[in-house]
């Protein structure tokens, strides 16, 4: 038994150790943790997805364990970059540094765009930017997001014409605190692009215990006849919880209305205009049954007029007039009346 122990020592010996076991969820990286404005940091980082589209950006106000306190609207948004992972879910991106609209401390926050929500921040100084100590964090009961957000709901009839649109967001959340948390009360923002949300309250009915969960149900409204990609936002705290795209469609029974409108508007004034100018403009004489009498006329006279004949007799020639008379009337014109010089001569009676 004894001979077996050092044969099994050497057996270890000669067996590789085991990979290092990277670190749970992604990481950041920087080339160096301070830099002025002007100048350039490179971010890499690793332990993401891969085939993932991710967004870089510098927000003040905020540290790794609390994340960024304000969301999107204390980040240099203008001047942050987009990178998409590799096959092993690594990336690597030169960032220019722009100062926060909100004061140090600051972090490189790297957030995915798409699919299942992940993100992770990298301290850096931003030289020359000013510096103020974090909000205190609310003591008592805290909440967190335990499962991704949705916007439940669809558009009807009323939206496809203009109506406003409007959804349901849904996600569950924990009390992460010492102490329950009663009728919280959230902050919905919904952004269009690269503005800042429009926050409204909503409170929610309800006490969430220590330890314990509760989903959240929170109405989302937009402006009438709103269109293109949204943003819907949710804020308890001073902090943002949770984020959700929103694509709204295009309200085309609008353009189709007023697409009619432009046909048929001018359509009707024309008709309008023709009835009050044939009622303003002066009628000939005789109205228009005369007109109509007077275009018959000349075929009436012309079926009335008696036709002549072609065995008709002029008044002056008779068949017992003399011969040499007879020739000399036949040389005048047919339609040259006879002379009075020229005495007729009668024939027996």
């Given at each position: ?60 106000q905020s540290v790794p364990s609390r994340g960024v306190i304000g969301g999107t609207n204390s980040c240099a948004n203008a001047d ?58 609310p003591e008592g009961g805290r909440l967190s997001v335990l499962d991704d957000t949705r916007l439940d709901g669809s558009s009807g ?193």
């Amino acid at each position: 038994m004894r001979s077996l122990v050092p044969a099994f020592a050497a057996l270890l010996l000669l067996v590789p150790p085991p990979a290092a076991v990277a670190a749970d969820g992604p990481d950041v990286k920087l080339s160096t943790s301070q830099a002025g404005t002007g100048g350039s940091v490179t971010v890499t980082g690793g332990g993401w997805r891969k085939r993932t589209l991710l967004m870089i950006l510098i927000c003040g106000q905020s540290v790794p364990s609390r994340g960024v306190i304000g969301g999107t609207n204390s980040c240099a948004n203008a001047d942050g970059r987009s990178v998409t992972t590799d096959t092993e879910g690594r990336f690597r991106k030169e960032l220019p540094v722009a100062e926060p609209p909100v004061p140090c401390p600051c972090v490189v926050h790297v957030a995915t765009v798409t699919g299942p929500e992940a993100q992770a921040d990298a301290i850096l100084q931003v030289a020359g930017h000013t510096v103020e100590p974090l909000p205190a964090e609310p003591e008592g009961g805290r909440l967190s997001v335990l499962d991704d957000t949705r916007l439940d709901g669809s558009s009807g009839l009323l939206t496809w014409f203009g109506a406003p649109p409007a959804r349901t967001l849904v996600l569950t959340v924990g009390n992460v605190g010492t102490s329950a948390v009663t009728d919280p009360v959230f902050q919905v923002g919904t952004s269009h692009g690269v503005f800042a949300p429009a926050w409204e309250e909503r409170q929610w009915r309800g006490t969430i215990a220590p330890g314990r969960k509760a989903q959240i149900r929170l109405p989302a409204e937009l402006a009438a006849g709103a269109h293109g990609d949204y943003t819907v936002s949710l804020k308890y705290g001073g902090k943002v919880l949770a984020e959700q795209p929103w694509a709204v469609g295009r309200p085309w029974g609008v353009t189709l209305f007023w697409v009619l409108v432009c046909l048929v508007v001018p359509a009707a004034v024309f008709r309008a205009g023709m009835a009050v100018v044939d009622r303003v403009r002066p009628r000939r004489p005789g109205g228009v049954r005369h007109r109509r009498l007077s275009m018959r006329l000349p075929y009436a006279s012309a079926r009335r007029r008696p036709q002549p004949s072609s065995n008709s007799t002029l008044p002056w020639f008779t068949p017992d007039a003399d011969p040499g008379t007879a020739g000399r009337l036949s040389a005048r014109h047919d339609d040259s009346p006879p002379s009075r010089t020229t005495p007729l001569r009668k024939g027996p009676t």
